[in-house]
């Protein structure tokens, strides 16, 4: 496995190690002990979620305010563009953004550490998305930034997502109160 540290400090991109042969493949998706020799934080992770989208959704950008989530975010199905913005007040990055993509075939991984907001655009036809995070959800909790944010310079692959009414209106990161944004630890 490789694991690559981004231009986002926290932020980790990872190559797992894949074993493929004519019957297909094996990868370890995560092994704390190993995850860990490589460089990974020692968390702990308490909720998996499994989302499924077709073509053209656009996802986000989500946060939670008071019970901000880690998360390591990988595609089983398909192919997305993915996006963490660094949104912790203090950090020397904030408001920075990092895009990459996740399939199916390269099987690569995003480490997103609480105090990131997060958001994908899907390539496929479906594609099926699937995160470990160190946090619970919580609805009440939940905020986001608008996904055009021009400050953000997201160079986003497609003009017209398809986006659900919350995600629609999100306001810019400027327009975010500093004191409902997390703080750099």
Known sequence: MKINQTKLSGLLHIEPKVFADSRGFFLETYNKQRYMEAGFPDVD?????????????????????????????????GSVFDVAVDIRVGSPTFG?????????????????????????CVLSEIADFCYKCTDYYHPD?????????AVLSIDWPLESPLLSEKDKMYACLSNIPKKLLPSYQ
């Open 45 to 77: 992770f308490v909720q998996d979620n499994h989302s499924r989208s077709s073509k053209g959704v656009l996802r986000g950008l989500h946060f939670q305010r008071n019970h901000p989530q880690g998360k390591l975010v990988q595609v089983a199905t």
């Open 141 to 149: 909790d939940e905020a986001g930034l608008l996904w055009s944010d």
């Open 96 to 120: 920075q953004s990092y895009g990459c993509i996740l399939s199916e075939e390269n099987h690569h991984q995003l480490w997103i550490p609480s105090g990131f907001a997060h958001g994908f």
